[in-house]
């Protein structure tokens, strides 16, 4: 597949994304507008202002993660990097048993050249 598809397919899929960051940045505006006429009310209603608020959190939120996803499908085409896809997993095959008892065997040792050093720096 060439750069441009490549580039057009991300733009198609990052699209959904980035419409519904458009709409919760204009909630957001709308939200802000809101709160700032809220606020300079005569008698400012605290819970109205409160509730706002948390509205204009979770649109901004909302807005925020929709560019962060749509900026990773975006990004993505440009990742040329090598990947094996025959390329077996390395995984550790240890049991929980053998962990520990590694795990144990290494303390021995560190507490062994801790001996030793303690004994060096004794003379």
């Known amino acids: 597949m060439d750069f441009t598809a490549r580039r057009r397919k991300a733009a198609d899929e990052a699209r959904p994304f980035r419409q519904t960051e458009a709409q919760k940045k204009e909630e957001a505006q709308a ?7 809220l606020k300079r009310a ?23 993660d929709a560019a962060k996803k749509a900026e990773a499908i975006e990004n993505a085409v440009y990742d040329l990097k090598a ?3 025959n390329r077996k997993a390395d995984a550790d095959k240890r049991t929980p048993t053998e962990l520990l008892e590694l795990i144990e ?3 021995k040792e560190v507490a062994e050249a801790l001996s030793v050093l303690r004994k060096l720096n004794a003379v």
């Open 105 to 107: 065997a290494k303390g």
């Open 42 to 64: 005569q008698t400012p209603d605290e819970a109205k202002i409160a509730e706002t608020e948390t509205a204009l959190d979770a649109a901004t939120r909302a807005a925020r």
């Open 31 to 37: 939200l802000k507008d809101l709160l700032n006429s």
């Open 83 to 85: 990947v094996n896809p």
